[in-house]
C-alpha cells in the first residue's frame, strides 16, 4: 500500500493563478482531510469529506474548494491564489469510527 | 481561540532522561486525544492517543496521562532517544469527529 499519496512536493504559483493539489490514498477510508500548516498555528482544518459526494467546511475554508467523486481521490483546488495561501497543505485520512488519521507528505506551497 | 494549546514552543532534553511534553485544551466536549510526531519535510505519523474514559495509556517507551479536571494531558518518553527529536502534536476530537491540533513542541533529544 502506497498510503496517502500527495501531489506536487512543491509548487510556486503567481498571485490570481489556479491550481490544484492532489491527494490520493489505497486504504479505502470513507473520511478525508486537508489541512495546512504555518509557524507558530499548528494544523488548521481546511475542508473534509466524510464519503464519496459529501463534503464540508472545516476551520479555515475560504478560497479553497473541494470535491469527493470517488473514495480514492480527494483534490484541493485553490481558485484565485493568493500570498495568505502559502504554506504546507496535508492530506489525511481514515476509516469511520478510528481516530487516528493517516497524513501524507504534503505540498509546500509559494504564492508570490 | 485556540481550543488546544501546546505552550512550550521547545523543548530539549539529554538522551537517556525523561521527556515531558504538555496539552491544554479548553473544549470540555473533547472526548478523544492524539499525539502525532512530524519530522521535517515529511507528513505528521501517529504515536499514541487516549479516550476520555481513561486516564492513561501506555505504549513502550510512550505514556499519555489525561487529567480532565484540568483539562491537561501530557505525553512521557523514557528514555528519550535521538530519534525522538521531532515536532510534537496534540489533537483532541469531538462529537463531529474532527481533529482540532496544538501548535506544536519542536522536542531535541541530545547527547
Known amino acids: 500500500n502506497a498510503g496517502v499519496t500527495q501531489t506536487p512536493k512543491f509548487q510556486v504559483l503567481k498571485t490570481g493563478q489556479s491550481m490544484t493539489l492532489q491527494c490520493a490514498q489505497d486504504?479505502?477510508?470513507?473520511?478525508m482531510s486537508w489541512y495546512r500548516q504555518d509557524p507558530g498555528m499548528g494544523l488548521r482544518l481546511i475542508h473534509y469529506?466524510?464519503?464519496?459526494?459529501?463534503?464540508d467546511q472545516g476551520e479555515v475554508p475560504n478560497g479553497y474548494n473541494v470535491s469527493r467523486s470517488t473514495t480514492e481521490d480527494f483534490p484541493l483546488r485553490l481558485l484565485s491564489a493568493a500570498p495568505s495561501q502559502t504554506s504546507v497543505y496535508f492530506c489525511?485520512?481514515?476509516?469511520?469510527?478510528?481516530?487516528?488519521?493517516?497524513f501524507g507528505p504534503g505540498t509546500r506551497l509559494l504564492v508570490l | 481561540d485556540q481550543q488546544v494549546k501546546q505552550n512550550s514552543p521547545s523543548l530539549s532534553v539529554q538522551e537517556g532522561r525523561i521527556s515531558i511534553l504538555n496539552c491544554d485544551y479548553t473544549n470540555s466536549m473533547f472526548d478523544y486525544f492524539l499525539w502525532y510526531k512530524k519530522y521535517p519535510a515529511e507528513g505528521p505519523t501517529f504515536l499514541i492517543s487516549i479516550s476520555s474514559i481513561k486516564d492513561k495509556n501506555e505504549d513502550g517507551r510512550f505514556t499519555v496521562f489525561l487529567n480532565k479536571s484540568a483539562k491537561h494531558l501530557s505525553l512521557h518518553i523514557v528514555p528519550s532517544q535521538p530519534g525522538d527529536s521531532a515536532v510534537y502534536f496534540c489533537?483532541?476530537?469531538?462529537?463531529?469527529?474532527?481533529?482540532?491540533f496544538g501548535t506544536g513542541t519542536r522536542l531535541q533529544v541530545t547527547l
Open positions: 489525511a485520512s481514515r476509516k469511520p469510527g478510528v481516530e487516528t488519521q493517516y
Open positions: 489533537a483532541a476530537s469531538g462529537t463531529a469527529s474532527k481533529l482540532t
Open positions: 469529506s466524510v464519503g464519496a459526494g459529501i463534503t
Open positions: 486504504m479505502n477510508h470513507e473520511y
